[in-house]
């Protein structure tokens, strides 16, 4: 199979018919073998009832519909481990995303050699409470990730060799930063297309502004699981050893000075009234802490949690 296509959605019932029409359009047109799944993201108007009756007319679509929202990343994930085609096209399905990139976002997979390829909506029909955002947090991951050649990572519009999909793991709202995960992953071939944004013909927007605020949250996380993740005690075991070596040295110190009270009769120094002597004690507590918490991811690394189990109402 050339292409699977997977089409995320939260309460698109009106884009779905002419999404579906528009995509055929296109495999039909440059001969394309495919698929297109799609992912219910527990939505609450009719959209998995539109997806039957269009799933009648094309054998082409498989629906997997989630019992309750997830979020996009669960659904992505679960479009990425059913996917069958050799390039895979991810995409949203409020009509904002042209099926029209498809052909070249394949050539670029298959004949370019990109392992991913994002899309640029160089040109967006969003107010500015939206797009100044979106440009600084562009920013903040390019610096952070080393990808510097992108423009929009959180562009839903993406292609992908079939390898990538099935070697990473999107969860919570990594989605974002799936470039960054597939890089991590060891696929360096990242490239970008400009892409057409079209404006949204039908409803609303389903993200709100606290997406940025968790965006910067989720890339912290990103950065640290990439230095870190399998090594969580090179960090803490590292900052747990010197707060304790540093309280350590206080408290020898403050205990140095206490003696030296006690042979004294001019200075006298009460240990239990001292600052220092607290402060001391806090470090060396907290250094025991840190290194015990590195200890213990050392040891959740080594049993990776079940974090992509979805309850499924229905699939075809």
């Known amino acids: 199979m050339d292409i699977s296509i997977i089409v995320p959605l939260y309460n ?3 884009s779905l018919p002419e999404l579906t029409e528009w995509i055929q359009r296109v495999m039909a047109m440059h001969g394309y073998s495919y698929e297109i ?3 219910n993201d527990g939505s609450t108007d009719n959209s998995f009832d539109v997806i039957k009756k269009l799933a009648m007319q094309n054998a082409a679509i498989h629906a997997v519909s989630f019992s309750r929202n997830y979020g996009k990343s669960p659904a992505l994930n679960t479009g990425f481990a059913r996917a069958k085609g050799d390039v895979v096209i991810t995409m949203d399905a409020d009509l904002q995303d042209s099926p029209d990139e498809i052909p070249e976002l394949y050539r670029m997979i298959t004949e370019d050699g990109y392992d991913l390829v994002s ?7 969003d107010p500015l409470s939206k ?5 600084l947090f562009n920013a903040t991951a390019r610096k952070v990730s080393g990808i510097n050649n992108l423009h929009d990572f959180n562009c839903g519009l993406k292609a ?3 390898e990538v999909v099935k070697h990473i793991e999107v969860y919570g709202d990594m989605h974002r930063y799936i470039p960054y995960l ?4 060891g696929y360096k071939k990242i490239g970008e297309k400009v892409v057409h944004h079209q404006a949204r013909k039908y409803g609303v927007s389903k993200f709100g502004l606290d997406r ?3 965006g910067y949250l989720d890339l912290a996380t990103l950065w640290f699981q990439s230095k870190f993740g399998i090594k969580p005690m090179h960090i803490f075991g590292l900052l747990g050893s010197l707060m304790f070596i540093i ?3 206080a408290v020898v110190t403050v205990l140095i000075m206490k003696i030296v009270s006690m042979n004294s009769d001019t200075y006298h120094f009460y240990l239990t009234k001292s600052v220092y002597f607290y402060l001391s004690m806090v470090f060396m507590v907290l250094g025991v802490q840190f290194f015990c918490t590195g200890f213990i991811g050392e040891l959740i690394t080594r049993n990776s949690p079940e974090r992509n189990n979805y309850l499924i109402s229905e699939e075809f």
């Open 119 to 125: 899309g640029w909506k160089k040109k967006r029909y």
């Open 182 to 185: 597939a890089k991590n992953a």
């Open 37 to 39: 799944i799609f992912v």
């Open 212 to 214: 940025f605020v968790n």
């Open 160 to 162: 992908y060799r079939r």
């Open 12 to 14: 698109e019932a009106e």
């Open 247 to 249: 309280g350590f040295i």
């Open 131 to 135: 797009t100044i955002p979106t440009k």
